[in-house]
């Protein structure tokens, strides 16, 4: 019973993620709905992702409320219904409690957001996703903070470089070339040609902690594996879009519509052959 109810919750969650990073295509990138499934289709398989959706549930989960509070704030309206700002509050809360490191990217996130914009709903959101998260974290007397203390002493450790020995400057490099190096290149089109700034900002902020090991090379607190996977979930938003932009500059309406089913192909076997594949035989 255990198995299946992490199965089946993993699985719903995972659906919803999907339907959020759809949200965030709509509405964040204004991509039309063709392409907003494109990149979908694209996103769910790249690898980073697959990484997360293994065992990394409550990173998922948080990953999810996440997409879903910055498709509510990140564009400009006129005028936001009560019912989504309550919405895009209770989301926020959620994301900031779900899992420390999600929480802490998506308050600076909206914290930096609020400043640039200074939208009276975004800076409302930051308010409570700060005050979420630090009363989160608060040691000892928190009743929230003891409960996460005892689920995390009876739950295994998560790591994605398993050993000390393995925690190097050169497997570091070597783990964010497999999870970026093909994501590059489309990547940074696609950071030029987007304008919405909501997505921009937890990406340079987890590629910039990615390489906290070339000035902190021994500190294994900072993670540095964790965040180089998160930063792979965030880049393939704009490597799609990238993509995307070279594509709609041929002619042949054929020939872009080959191209998209072409690339989305390749990711997805690459993906399914990730996910499919032994730990004895890795595909990479």
Not at 81 to 103: E, K, N, P
Not at 155 to 175: A, E, G, K
Request: glycine share 6%; net charge positive; charged share 15%.
């Amino acid at each position: 019973r255990p198995h299946l109810t992490v199965t089946t919750f993993s699985t719903v969650v995972f659906g919803f993620f999907g339907v959020s990073v759809f949200l965030i295509a709509r509405r964040l990138m204004e991509l039309g709905i063709h392409h907003s499934i494109f990149l979908t289709i694209f996103v769910i398989f790249q690898i980073a992702v697959l990484r997360e959706a293994w065992d990394l549930h409550r990173d998922l989960f948080a990953f999810l409320t996440m997409f879903l509070t910055f498709s509510l704030i990140g564009r400009k309206r006129k005028k936001i219904c009560t019912r989504y700002v309550s919405f895009a509050l209770a989301l926020s809360v959620i994301t900031a409690i779900s899992d420390g490191m999600i929480g802490a990217l998506f308050v600076t996130s909206l914290i930096i957001y609020a400043g640039i914009t200074r939208d009276k709903n975004v800076i409302l959101c930051a308010l409570v996703a700060s005050g979420s998260f630090l009363l989160a974290i608060l040691p000892s007397q928190n009743a929230f903070h003891i409960n996460i203390e005892r689920f995390s002493e009876t739950s295994p450790p998560i790591t994605t470089v398993p050993s000390n020995d393995q925690y190097n400057r050169i497997n570091l490099l070597i783990l964010f070339g497999i999870i970026n190096g093909l994501l590059i290149p489309t990547g940074i089109i696609g950071f030029k040609v987007v304008k919405n700034k909501l997505l921009k900002i937890p990406l340079l902020i987890v590629i910039v902690v990615s390489f906290s090991w070339v000035v902190f090379p021994d500190m294994k607190s900072l993670v540095a594996d964790r965040w180089i996977i998160l930063s792979g979930v965030f880049l393939s938003f704009f490597a799609a879009c990238g993509i995307l932009h070279l594509v709609q500059r041929l002619d042949s309406q054929h020939v872009v519509t080959a191209m998209i089913l072409s690339v989305s192909g390749i990711y997805a076997i690459m993906g399914i052959a990730y996910a499919i594949m032994s730990e004895d035989m890795p595909f990479i």
